[in-house]
Every structure is written in structure tokens, then in C-alpha cells.
């Protein structure tokens, strides 16, 4: 799969019309290993430590649609002004870009769930009236039990849900098809 770096941008995001699905969730959570995982090679930087996701980062998919990370929020090893910059960040990003972001896909982890931050976050996205998916990540991690609990909790939302782990591709064909679904791609893309 065609897939390309278009840059990390920390302001000013260049202008134009590509349709972009954008990965947040909890720092740590997962978003660069499910971007490498669904492009198949590694094409965004992974740690084991929350918060090295700094700025908006964009890889392009095929000719046509943007694949966006953006930093975690929660616990991260950074200053309260360096987590109050990502916070205007993406404040900034979402409200600028609100038409081209065609799926907002919600990360949570396979073992924990939703956490307050997370709840915060879906409520933030439907206020913006961005479409939204939650995205269950690690859940080779998770036991039975854990992942139980932690689906009946996410019912409420009532939006798709996909569950996956980027350590065993589990849900990669799920999350590219809600791709395609969401920016309604015509032919030529790739």
C-alpha cells in the first residue's frame, strides 16, 4: 500500500482538500502501532513512552487520503505547559480542518476502556459534530474478562466499534473498510 510522511506540524498546517480520518486517544494507547499496522510497514514512530507523539503528524494513503496522529492526552512525562500546547494544538486542528476530517476514530485500550479523559473526548467530537468510531486497541493484551467488561461499558456510545491489535494485525481489513466507508473515496485513489 502506497503510503508517504507529508510532515509534523506544530502551527500551521498546509492548505487543501484531501480527506483526513484522524487516530486520538490516551497517550500510549496505541495510535502510531495501528497506523503502521494498517499501512503495513512502519511509518509512524512508536515508544513504550507516553507522550513521544509531540505534534500533528500526517502520512498520506494512496494519492488521496490523509491519515493524521495526533498527540495522546492524559499522562505524559512532559510540563503542564507543554500539555497545555498540545491542548490548543488540537483545540486548533479540529476547529480549522473540521471539513476535511471525515472519521474521527477514538482509541480506547482492550483492558481498561473508556476512562474520563475518553468521555471527555467523544463529547468534545459530537459537540463539533465530527462521525466518530471507536477503535478497541492491545486487545491481545486483554483477557477475556477484561474485554467483556470493558465492550458492555462502550455500548452507551452507539457508534461502530472495531477491535484490534496491531502486534497480531487483528481488525486491520475492519479498520480499512470503515476508512474507505468514511471518506467515500471514488476510483483513482490508489
Given at each position: 500500500m502506497k503510503v508517504e510522511f507529508l510532515g509534523s506540524y506544530t502551527?500551521?498546517?498546509?492548505?487543501?482538500?484531501?480527506?483526513?480520518?484522524?487516530?486520538?486517544g490516551r497517550?500510549?494507547?496505541?495510535?502510531?502501532?495501528?497506523?503502521n499496522m494498517l499501512v503495513g510497514k512502519?511509518?509512524?514512530?512508536?515508544?513504550k513512552e507516553p507522550g513521544r507523539t509531540r505534534s500533528i503528524n500526517m502520512?498520506?494513503?494512496?494519492?488521496?487520503?490523509?491519515?493524521?496522529?495526533?498527540?495522546?492526552?492524559?499522562?505524559?512525562k512532559v510540563s503542564k505547559i507543554e500539555r497545555e500546547n498540545w491542548k490548543e494544538l488540537m483545540e486548533k486542528y479540529f476547529r480549522e480542518r473540521r471539513k476535511q476530517i471525515k472519521c474521527v476514530f477514538v482509541l480506547l485500550d482492550s483492558k481498561t476502556?473508556?476512562?474520563?479523559?475518553?468521555e471527555i473526548m467523544i463529547?468534545?467530537?459530537?459537540?463539533?459534530?465530527?462521525?466518530?468510531k471507536v477503535v478497541l486497541t492491545k486487545v491481545d493484551k486483554a483477557t477475556q474478562k477484561e474485554l467483556s467488561k470493558v465492550l458492555k461499558r462502550?455500548?452507551?456510545?452507539g457508534t461502530q466499534l472495531i477491535i484490534t491489535s496491531a502486534k497480531e494485525g487483528k481488525g486491520k481489513k475492519e479498520l480499512f473498510k470503515s476508512i474507505m466507508e468514511a471518506v467515500k473515496v471514488e476510483g483513482g485513489c490508489f
Amino acid at each position: 500500500m502506497k503510503v508517504e510522511f507529508l510532515g509534523s506540524y506544530t502551527d500551521k498546517i498546509p492548505e487543501d482538500n484531501l480527506k483526513e480520518v484522524v487516530f486520538v486517544g490516551r497517550s500510549n494507547v496505541g495510535k502510531s502501532s495501528l497506523i503502521n499496522m494498517l499501512v503495513g510497514k512502519p511509518v509512524a514512530r512508536v515508544s513504550k513512552e507516553p507522550g513521544r507523539t509531540r505534534s500533528i503528524n500526517m502520512f498520506l494513503l494512496g494519492n488521496c487520503i490523509k491519515l493524521v496522529d495526533v498527540p495522546g492526552y492524559g499522562f505524559a512525562k512532559v510540563s503542564k505547559i507543554e500539555r497545555e500546547n498540545w491542548k490548543e494544538l488540537m483545540e486548533k486542528y479540529f476547529r480549522e480542518r473540521r471539513k476535511q476530517i471525515k472519521c474521527v476514530f477514538v482509541l480506547l485500550d482492550s483492558k481498561t476502556g473508556p476512562t474520563e479523559l475518553d468521555e471527555i473526548m467523544i463529547e468534545w467530537i459530537r459537540h463539533l459534530e465530527l462521525p466518530y468510531k471507536v477503535v478497541l486497541t492491545k486487545v491481545d493484551k486483554a483477557t477475556q474478562k477484561e474485554l467483556s467488561k470493558v465492550l458492555k461499558r462502550i455500548e452507551r456510545f452507539g457508534t461502530q466499534l472495531i477491535i484490534t491489535s496491531a502486534k497480531e494485525g487483528k481488525g486491520k481489513k475492519e479498520l480499512f473498510k470503515s476508512i474507505m466507508e468514511a471518506v467515500k473515496v471514488e476510483g483513482g485513489c490508489f
